[in-house]
């Protein structure tokens, strides 16, 4: 509910930017804001998560796919995700979120989406997005083919993802997942 403002604003101001190509690097400029703090004055490890949200709403927009996974009733679903910080920001700093696509796999897109302020990364993280749709996950190649988006040759995840993908894996749904210690 945090975000409900931002999400409305960017619902409405996508069309006055530039489009994007699916695989082009999304930027969306940003400011900290008294609810993205905590108590120490800075954006809170949690929110920004919540802020690569909508980076990654902003490309799909712009790109003109997310109009078409909508029509197929197909949701976006985050798999994973994982960040890196390196420096704090702190309330009323300008910064962009910065969002690409690095990575296919048969279920997932790879996105590596970043905080910048004056062209430095202080945050970066690492998401496996997938599709649900009415009957279940959809396969990347045939969302791929939907957005009739043309694939980058050189479009390689860095080696690590697959690794991290599987060890960090959960059992599926449909399956028990009892929590012991």
Not at 41 to 50: A, E, K, Q
Not at 118 to 138: H, L
Not at 144 to 171: N, Q, S, Y
Request: no cysteine.
């Amino acid at each position: 509910m945090h975000m409900i403002f931002r999400l409305i604003l960017l619902a409405f101001a996508w069309r006055t930017r530039p489009k994007l190509g699916l695989f082009d690097v999304g930027r969306m400029p940003m400011r900290a804001t008294l609810t993205d703090i905590d108590f120490a004055g800075h954006i809170n490890n949690g929110m920004y998560f919540s802020i690569f949200d909508l980076g990654r709403f902003d490309l799909l927009l712009r790109a003109g796919a997310w109009q078409r996974i909508r029509r197929r009733r197909w949701q976006p679903v985050v798999q994973a995700e994982t960040i890196r910080f390196r420096k704090s920001v702190e309330l009323g700093t300008r910064f962009e979120i910065e969002s690409r696509i690095v990575g296919l796999d048969e279920r997932h897109a790879f996105l590596e989406q970043r905080i910048v302020v004056d062209g430095e990364v202080y945050a970066s993280g690492m998401i496996a997005a997938r599709f649900k749709g009415p009957k279940g996950p959809v396969p990347m190649s045939e969302v791929i083919d939907v957005l009739g988006a043309d694939v980058p040759a050189d479009l390689r995840e860095p080696a690590w993802v697959a690794d991290w993908l599987e060890e960090t894996r959960l059992p599926s749904a449909r399956r028990p997942a009892p929590s012991t210690w």
